[in-house]
């Protein structure tokens, strides 16, 4: 079987130090944790900028921040988040893609998130596929719900998007999919032949449906911005400990784990630049 990527979401832009005081906020605390998670087996991290208060931002200056800390220290893919949070404008949210990261989050719909509405109007989603061209970044399409994969295999035949197409599939968000293997084997039936997939899975079922992507092929996203708890009533001690876990299962189940350099060539991205 390929190789399995392993990608830490290491921050987000919803989860607190208080409720996670591990939870890497400043740039160096983020290229800190990417070492982390690539001596732990991570190929890809996923990043958000934060404020030094803690608040959610897209300002470039930070991801350039973020990027560069993360290069000092290893040379995992860094992928910038286009979402930010909720109630940010789509011209904010797109402005680290301007710094030509190897790859970037793109969101194929809205979906409510909690008790939010995380909007991706389509005028607004097609201008950053374009910018991602423009820049030359690797989309990563996020589907939180099962209309927004026929969206983006709509768009693939319109030449909307180029393929081969790398998704990651946000599954228990509460206003999108359940994370439940059901969902999962729904929405990878539908993949073109020459897809490539992760799961995100939020909360307790990370694990079991992480788990299930690696043995169907898939590939893995953990880390805080989806799940902070290693297991129920124990909070994580870092994002590498989960990261961890998931490699040592992979290689139980004699799939190899990606190296930064194998996870390019999987998602047919370049060197970093
Ligand atoms: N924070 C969420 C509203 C992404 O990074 O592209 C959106 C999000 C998705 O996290
Ligand atoms: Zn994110």
Redesign the pocket.
Known sequence: MNPLIITAALT???VSREQQAALPITPDEIGLAAEECFHAGAAMV?V?ARNPDGTPTQDKEIYRQIIAAVRARCDVIVQV??????GMTPTERLAPVTLKPEMA?L?MGSVN?GGDV?MNHPVDMEIFAQAMRDHGVKPEL?IFDAGMLSTALRWLQKGMLTGPLHFDFVLGIPGGMAATPEALMYLKAQLPADASWSVAAIGAAQLPLGTLAMVLGGHVRVGF?DNIYYRKGELASSNAQLVARIARISRELDRPVATPDEARALLGIGQPG
């Open positions: 987000g832009a919803e996923h958000h988040s286009t979402g930010g949070a909720v989050t969101s998130f995380f996020e911005e």
